[in-house]
């Protein structure tokens, strides 16, 4: 069960990756006044399916607690300034 709850976080982690390049892809369209509604859908449909995998997730037995948004935006500040093992030592 373990490898079920690391594939589905390794999923989980790729998809957020994926959705934080599309939505820097519609803001750059909506910058340059472009159509975004595609891209906008797709975003939409990624949103889904990371709902739907951290579903599988828990259902798996996965129990830690998933950053936030705000948590992750602090963690990657942390990361540029000081690197990443001492961001680790500070948590």
């Known amino acids: 069960m373990d490898n079920r709850i690391n594939e589905i976080r390794r999923k989980i982690s790729a998809l957020r990756s994926e959705i934080v390049d599309?939505?820097?892809?519609?803001?750059?369209?909506?910058?340059?006044?472009?159509?975004?509604?595609?891209s906008a859908h797709a975003l939409l449909g990624m949103r889904v399916e990371l709902k739907r995998l951290i579903g599988?997730?828990?259902?798996a037995g996965g129990g830690d607690l998933l950053p936030d948004?705000?948590?992750?935006?602090?963690?990657r500040s942390v990361k540029k300034n000081v690197g990443l093992k001492q961001a680790v030592a500070r948590r």
């Open 56 to 59: 599988d997730w828990k259902a």
């Open 22 to 38: 599309l939505e820097a892809s519609v803001r750059d369209l909506i910058t340059r006044d472009q159509d975004c509604s595609e």
């Open 69 to 75: 948004i705000r948590e992750r935006v602090d963690l």
